[in-house]
């Protein structure tokens, strides 16, 4: 038999049949360490949520039409949106606009392609369903409360046409939307039925875009559609892009702070309990030193229990703090975040280092006990 | 030849003074009792012998070789090599069985025998008892643990304080005989007790009283009439 196999029935021994006591020590490895490990996961993925994020709160460049005429072309916007890179291009929702009246009000309609509308927005908020047939609409939520709309209502828009004839609608509600803008006083419908009603082909009044890309690259790329593309100019939403780098950078170093404190609380809280251990223990390390155990065996002894515990307690922390990374980042994000794998040795090994490192002292402590302590009775 | 001399040890706690000049040899082979009321340095004079203190004044000298300048580490490989220590509070490392708790001696001493840590076991009675923890054991299965424990190793010197005094009448017989049986087979053993008949046994009692020698007697029954 090797001497280490006996070292290590001492300390699983230790470990397994102390449950309760082994129990609190886990417990306080693994909860630093699940906090850890998701603070650390919400620090390297809020780049990629905080990304979408912004994406998601819309377009970044807007088309108009330029030189005087107040609307472009189709073919227009094709030719400019050539200029974009293809594979950042995360959607393209074109719009025309009318006034139009329903029971007497003026409300604005807006014929859109609304497959591409929910790339561009995202965060808009439709109860029911988007529209999928001929004489189905979209209405924001200002005119459902207006004209006691709500899905499935019938209700008609007259107004007058490209031909200044007065046309007259009938139009089903598929759903409401709530976008906390304008938005929420317009009735969406697809192309197809805005040209039936108004007629006019292929004119398009702006074109919202929403591309993947850093607000530098965003300039670069307007500038360049601006000098190549005719009958269409395109501008930047400035409103967003502009301060997702400074709200990135400030989130991460509040994470990062987070993370720190959260690392010496962690140090604390295992070295305490450690030291509560070791104190627990005093009577059986003078034991073990007076069965001529030397101060490095004793040391060993509790490194030994010190390396099990950041380990299991790192296991443990690393699928907790990824369900916690995930719980924040569903709750607050509205996103899953995806799992690293590398994530659970490393939460091991700096679980591993941590408990050390906070059982340093305790564990220097129990090998200086003296073993007269066990002589002398309580 | 003495195996232990003891020449003019002081320790002294502050005021206290736990041991006083205290002059004492212990030949090889000697069963020795130390008797006293409760304060008058027994408990001291074990460390001090066995390896866990050190005297205030004077020397120790154990296996001819003086101790008392030794630092910790020393300290402790002597204790390790030649000293067996039986405790009156049993002490078992409470999450290993009997049976690791022989074996935890021979780890720290040298090299863990399972076969030789059972025979330990079966010397004093307890080969069946030995995958129980310390916490399925009886007061007097548990010092008889210990004592295989002390012996494991084959110590020069046994050091037993108090070894019956938690213990029934029943046991403290038992672990008595085994007392007996070591000292026929040569050990030399100092033992700490309350217990007039343990002290019977022996061959010498050293009384203490305010950390200094108050007599000795000699056990005239043991020494000249060879009963054992
Ligand atoms: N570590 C210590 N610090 C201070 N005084 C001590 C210490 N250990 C023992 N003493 C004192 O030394 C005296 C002898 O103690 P001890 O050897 O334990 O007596 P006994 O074992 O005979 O009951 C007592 O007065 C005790 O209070
Ligand atoms: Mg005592």
Known sequence: ?378 | MNLLELKNVSKIYGEVKALQNIELSVAQGEWLAIMGPSGSGKTTMMNIIGCMDKPTHGRVILDGTDISKENAKALTSVRRDKIGLIFQQFHLINYLTALENVMAAQYYHSMQDEKEALEALARVGLARRAKHLPSQLSGGEQQRVCIARALINYPMLILADEPTGNLDETNEKIVLDIFKALHKEGSTIVVVTHDPEVAENTQRTVILEHGKIAKINVNKKINGGNKI
């Open chain 1, 1 to 378: 038999m090797k001497k280490y196999t006996f070292y290590l029935k001492m300390i699983t021994s230790s470990l397994f049949r102390r449950r309760s006591r082994m129990f609190t020590a886990l417990l306080a490895v693994a909860l630093g360490a699940a906090v850890l490990s998701g603070l650390v996961t919400i620090y390297y993925d809020i780049p990629r949520q905080m990304g979408q994020e912004f994406r998601s709160y819309g377009a970044n460049i807007v088309f108009i039409a330029s030189g005087e005429k107040s609307y472009f072309y189709d073919d227009d916007l094709k030719k400019a949106v050539s200029y974009l890179p293809a594979k950042d291009i995360v959607g393209i929702t074109p719009y025309r606009y009318k006034t139009i009246k329903i029971n007497e009000q003026p409300f604005m309609a807006a014929g859109t392609d609304l497959e591409q509308a929910q790339k561009t927005s995202p965060y808009w908020y439709v109860s029911g369903k988007w529209p999928q047939k001929d004489g189905e609409a979209l209405i924001g939520q200002e005119v459902a409360d207006l004209i006691r709309l709500k899905t499935g209502s019938v209700f008609s828009v007259v107004g007058t046409g490209a031909d200044n004839k007065p046309f007259k609608r009938d139009f089903t509600v598929s759903a409401v939307v709530q976008t906390g803008g304008s938005e929420e006083a317009f009735i969406f419908m697809s192309l197809k039925d805005f040209e039936n009603m108004a007629g006019g082909q292929n004119a398009l009044d702006i074109a919202e875009c929403s591309v993947s890309v850093s607000s530098e690259r965003l300039g670069i790329i307007i500038k360049s559609v601006n000098e190549n593309a005719q009958g269409i100019t395109a501008r930047p939403v400035k409103r967003i892009s502009e301060s997702e780098g400074a709200v990135l950078t400030k989130l991460q170093a509040l994470i990062y702070l987070v993370t720190a404190i959260i690392l010496i609380l962690t140090m604390i809280c295992v070295a305490t309990t450690m030291m509560a251990v070791v104190a627990e223990r005093r009577k059986e390390i003078g034991l073990k030193k007076a069965l001529g155990a030397t101060n490095r065996m004793i040391a060993a002894e509790f490194l030994g229990e010190d390396v099990f515990l950041g380990v299991f307690g790192g296991l443990l922390g690393a699928v907790a703090g990824f369900i916690l990374a995930q719980a924040v980042s569903v709750n607050v994000f509205a996103r899953s975040i995806t799992f690293q794998p590398l994530l659970i040795p490393v939460t091991i090994a700096a679980s591993i280092i941590i408990t050390a490192a906070a059982c340093f002292i305790p564990v220097r402590s129990a090998a200086e006990v003296d073993p007269a302590v066990v002589l002398r009775g309580e």
